[in-house]
């Protein structure tokens, strides 16, 4: 789980910010909000972002899902970029080095990763952790300039050998983690297949408002042997108040036509795939149907008249689903998008109430409506807002010294937490605007 995770000079985000899953001192609801990671240590299962549009909530789950694809992904040579921007609104920023770090917890122990970097290759890479109150380094690497080469060290806790430090220090080339390395080189079990899981495995790409949730269902559902999904899934949408009863996969074989087949080859498409497709004549797609129990009997409707919400809930809920069973950290942009307010709240309720390992929500909204109830810690919430030199500043609720019998939904609406929009006046000045034709 994460504890905690740092940011400086990436995107939007100038000055360093912290997100932090360290929870205060307040026990409202601790063991439905808090997982025990380590004897005496707990930290939170959620974090909620609010902010507008444009004050740099996206940007926080990008930046951990870069970090994440930083520690795993291999670039195809040493001459290819490092794919982000710094902050761009000033003439240093994007002359200066992007640094992020992250504290967490693995099977009880606490480790700390830290990178220094720019678009053309790593200066700085430290990994440790806490077999005692006092850090023990695993590696830590430096870019030298005058051999134009990354110097990597390794700590004697490690627990690779001479042959394998050398197959992570030649695959370490100066666009690459040294971590990112580790998982390119053939070299005994360690410490770091724990920590190089927890990136690959543990933290999923960011959920955005515009990706389609179908595809999603539709793999997970197939993958579903022994069913286990499908009833977790009805028992959710019933208890959601859907009146569905049931959802079913339905193969359906399509004839290839000739105006399909030239889509078809130049597609991005395994060329295997392809031929496999032109020597049997058709494709075979899978639909989701779902049935429908009303007061008229029961009725059986495809996935293309059922509504986007419907589809997307769905999809979340293979998600919910992920985050009881196993140890993952998902993120969500815009969790709100085309569901109603009830439905959010009532999955956010069903995470904290069934959670019982160690998995972490990281959610972005524009619903407000969860400041009002009387269900949510003000450590897990947090507001981003853009100063005026256009960097976005992360700020957590518990930290803003709001009184405990003041709501913070009529906080925020008052402009007393963010500096909400100003929109200016609705009559617009263009006098052409009614002019008759």
Not at 7 to 22: D, G, H, Y
Not at 90 to 101: A, F, L
């Amino acid at each position: 789980m994460i504890a905690e995770i740092k940011f400086k000079n990436f995107f939007s985000i100038r000055s360093q910010q912290v997100l932090s899953f360290e929870p205060t001192a307040d026990s409202f609801k601790k063991e439905e909000y808090c997982i025990e990671v380590k004897e005496g240590v707990s930290l939170l299962k959620i974090a909620t972002i609010y902010g507008a549009n444009a004050s740099g909530k996206t940007n926080i789950l990008m930046a951990l899902s870069f970090l994440r694809d930083l520690m795993i992904e291999i670039p195809k040579d040493k001459t290819e970029e490092i794919s982000f921007s710094p902050f761009m609104l000033d003439n240093d920023s994007r002359k200066e080095r992007t640094e992020m770090s992250m504290s967490f917890y693995l099977q009880g122990e606490r480790y700390n990763l830290s990178v220094e970097l720019d678009n053309e290759r790593i200066y700085s890479e430290k990994l440790e952790f806490y077999p005692s109150t006092q850090p023990a380094e695993l590696y830590s690497r430096k870019y030298n300039k005058e051999s134009d080469i990354s110097d990597v060290k390794f700590g004697n806790k490690l627990g690779v050998g001479k042959k394998g430090q050398l197959a992570i220090t030649g695959n370490t080339i100066n666009n690459c983690t040294v971590l990112a390395a580790f998982g390119k080189s053939n070299v005994e079990s360690s410490r770091l297949n724990v920590v190089y899981d927890f990136f690959a495995k543990g933290i999923k790409d960011v959920l955005h408002p515009q990706v389609s949730l179908t595809s999603f269902a539709k793999k997970h559902l197939d993958d579903d042997k022994d069913g286990s999904l499908k009833k977790f899934l009805i028992d959710f949408l019933k208890a959601s108040d859907f009146n569905i009863c049931d959802v079913e996969l339905k193969e359906k074989d399509v004839v290839i036509t000739p105006e399909m087949e030239k889509l078809i080859q130049v597609s991005p498409i395994p060329e295997e795939a392809k031929k496999q497709m032109f020597q049997k004549g058709k494709i075979t797609n899978t639909e989701l149907l779902f049935s429908h129990t009303t007061d008229n009997g029961e009725f059986v409707l495809p996935e293309e008249v059922e509504s986007r919400g419907t589809i997307r809930f769905m999809g979340i809920a293979v998600l919910l689903k992920q985050l009881l069973l196993d140890k993952k950290i998902i993120s969500i942009d815009e969790m709100e998008t085309s569901l109603h307010y009830e439905l959010l709240s009532y999955f956010i309720k069903v995470y904290l109430a069934n959670s019982n390992c160690p998995s972490q929500l990281i959610l972005t909204t524009h619903d407000i409506n969860l400041l009002d109830e009387d269900f949510i810690r003000k450590d897990t919430i947090w507001f981003t807002d853009k100063n005026s030199s256009g960097e976005t500043i992360l700020t957590r609720l518990s930290s803003l010294g709001l009184h405990k019998n003041l709501s913070p939904y009529n906080a925020y609406k008052q402009g007393k937490l963010v500096k909400l929009p100003f929109l200016g006046s609705i009559y617009l000045k263009d006098d052409k605007l009614c002019e008759e034709q």
